[in-house]
C-alpha cells in the first residue's frame, strides 16, 4: 500500500481536460515539494512537474501541478491519445525518511 | 542530451545477490546531482531503492537498508546497485534515475527524478 494515495484510473474523451489527485500527509506533501512523472511501460518514466508546478523544459503547458494542503493535483488539458500512461506523483517524507511515490493512475484517452 | 542505461542479470536465484550498473552518459557523474535507484514490482507502484552523491554519501530505503548498497565509479560514468539475499518479492524492473535532493532554508524538501533509464526487468527465480 503506497504512502501517497491515487486514484486507480481516470478517462477522459480527446480534448478534454483531466485531473489526478495525490493525497497525502502532513509529513510528506503538507511540508515538501512535489513532482509528477508519466510512465508508458517499457519507456523510460518522465518527469512532468517538479516542485508542485514547475514544468522542465520540453514539457507544454497543457501539463500542470498545484497543491493545497496534503493533496496535489496534476492537470492535463487537450487531451491526446499519446497522453495515454501512468501517472505517479511523488516527495519526500519527513518522518518515515522515505521516498514515497502514489500508486500511479492509468489515464485512457476514450 | 542524459540518458541513463541500466544492466545486469535478468535472473536471479533466491539468497543470491543482485547486482545492476547504471551507466550514464552526455553528462558527468561527478555534477551537482545525486543518483538514485527505483523499482516496479509486478502490478505495483514505485518504490525508492536509495540514493547516493558522487562524493560517497548516501540514504537507502529503510525497508531495504540492510541488503542494499550503492556505489558510484566516477572513472567510469557509472553507479551500481547491489540487493542481497533476494526472494521472490525483489522481482521487479529496476530503474536508475538522476536526483535532485535539497533542503530549502524553509526545511522543505525539493525530492525529484529528472532523467530515467528505460529500466531492466530482475527475476528472482531458481
Known amino acids: 500500500q503506497s504512502v501517497l494515495t491515487q486514484p486507480p484510473s481516470v478517462s477522459a474523451a480527446p480534448g478534454q481536460k483531466v485531473t489526478i489527485s495525490c493525497s497525502g500527509s502532513?509529513?510528506?506533501?503538507?511540508?515538501?515539494?512535489v513532482s509528477w512523472y508519466q510512465h508508458l511501460p517499457g519507456t523510460a518514466p518522465k518527469l512532468l512537474i517538479y516542485d508542485n508546478n514547475e514544468r522542465p523544459s520540453g514539457i507544454p503547458d497543457r501539463f500542470s501541478g498545484s497543491k493545497s494542503g496534503t493533496s496535489a493535483t496534476l492537470g492535463i488539458t487537450g487531451l491526446q491519445t499519446g497522453d495515454e500512461a501512468d501517472y505517479y506523483c511523488?516527495?519526500?517524507?519527513?518522518?518515515?525518511?522515505?521516498?514515497?511515490f502514489g500508486g500511479g493512475t492509468k489515464l485512457t484517452v476514450l | 542530451q542524459l540518458e541513463l542505461q541500466e544492466s545486469g542479470p535478468g535472473l536471479v536465484k533466491p539468497s543470491e545477490t543482485l547486482s545492476l550498473t547504471c551507466t550514464v552518459s552526455g553528462g558527468s557523474i561527478s555534477s551537482n546531482y545525486y543518483w538514485g535507484w527505483i523499482r516496479q514490482s509486478p502490478g505495483k507502484g514505485l518504490e525508492w531503492i536509495g540514493t547516493?552523491?558522487?562524493?560517497?554519501?548516501?540514504d537507502y530505503n529503510p525497508s531495504l537498508k540492510s541488503r542494499v548498497t550503492i556505489h558510484v565509479d566516477t572513472s567510469k560514468n557509472q553507479f551500481s546497485l547491489k540487493l542481497s539475499s533476494v526472494t521472490a518479492v525483489d522481482t521487479a524492473v529496476y530503474f536508475c534515475?538522476?536526483?535532485?535532493?535539497?533542503?530549502?532554508?524553509?526545511?522543505?524538501?525539493?525530492?525529484?527524478?529528472?532523467?530515467w533509464g528505460q529500466g531492466t526487468l530482475v527475476i528472482v527465480s531458481s
Open positions: 534515475a538522476r536526483q535532485r535532493w535539497i533542503t530549502a532554508y524553509s526545511g522543505r524538501v525539493e525530492y525529484y527524478f529528472d532523467n
Open positions: 502532513s509529513s510528506n506533501i503538507g511540508n515538501n515539494y
Open positions: 547516493m552523491y558522487y562524493s560517497g554519501s548516501a
Open positions: 511523488g516527495t519526500w517524507d519527513s518522518s518515515l525518511r522515505l521516498g514515497v
